[in-house]
């Protein structure tokens, strides 16, 4: 199977920075890394052979090739949520790929700016293994160290790892190398046994399914209605002309 490592964050968070950080400097020399984009957000020279689609809730990707290595880039524009839904579908078993890394770029300038960019993130990290933390000089210190705490107080697995001035990672393999370390289990195989918070003083006195549960960003109700709302940031992107 094809090592997959999929990135979020929004546009102009430095997801491209971090992108040519890794392809250069995190995998040994010689290997070979596609990039896929998806479809409409991708730069006028992005071959078309190498972009995915999400068309009501339908991701489509193009199928592995030769290399190494695939990174895929989600639309920063769209819901976080939406696609990792989406992705979860058509990723989740399969028999080509293999989610390596889900990594999220934290653009503290953005966040720091707009309290509903600070609250999607939630989402973001919620699904990652690293969190690559950028523009981290252009906010009050105080103010950043008060937002990690939010995730670090929880006991969030995913390693937080900061983008220097220069683009560079101080280890870039630890970001695409090493077991899962997110919150969210969707790409995981568990037994749903294992979800259950079973012990001998702790023992259900109906019958119950064995069935694992959604993630909670994806359950919903008997409407249909998502049970936990993530902001919309794509008007916030639009102001700031992203």
């Known amino acids: ?30 290997k070979q890394v596609r990039t896929v984009r998806i479809s409409g957000d991708a730069p006028a020279d992005h071959p078309a052979g190498d972009c995915w689609t999400l068309t009501e809730g339908q991701a489509v990707l193009p199928a592995p090739g030769t290399e190494d290595a695939v990174i895929l880039v989600t ?41 509903v960019v600070a609250e999607w993130y939630g989402a973001a990290v919620h699904f990652a293994d690293a969190v690559i933390v950028t523009r981290r000089w252009e906010v009050p210190g105080q103010w950043l160290s008060k937002y990690l705490a939010t995730y670090t107080d929880a006991f969030y697995p995913c390693l937080f790892v900061n983008l220097l001035k220069n683009g560079s990672l101080a280890n870039p393999a630890e970001v695409i190398e090493g077991e899962p ?4 289990h969707i790409f995981d195989e ?6 259950m918070e079973f012990d001998e003083d702790n023992l259900p006195d109906e019958p119950f399914d064995l ?3 959604p993630d909670k960003y994806f359950a919903r109700d008997d409407y249909g209605r998502r049970l936990i709302s993530v902001p919309d940031i794509a008007e916030t992107l639009r102001v700031e002309g992203r």
């Open 75 to 115: 639309d920063g524009r769209r819901s976080v949520v939406d696609q990792m839904e989406a992705l979860h579908r058509v990723l989740h078993g399969s028999t080509q790929w293999q989610v390596q890394r889900i990594v999220t770029v934290l653009d503290c300038m953005l966040a720091h700016r707009h309290e």
């Open 211 to 213: 069935v694992r549960q």
């Open 190 to 195: 568990i037994d749903a046994v294992d979800e």
């Open 1 to 30: 199977m094809t090592p997959l490592i999929i990135v979020l964050g929004p546009a102009g968070s430095g997801r491209s920075i971090l992108l040519k950080e890794l392809i250069e400097n995190a995998w040994p020399a010689g």
């Open 181 to 184: 370390l997110r919150m969210s």
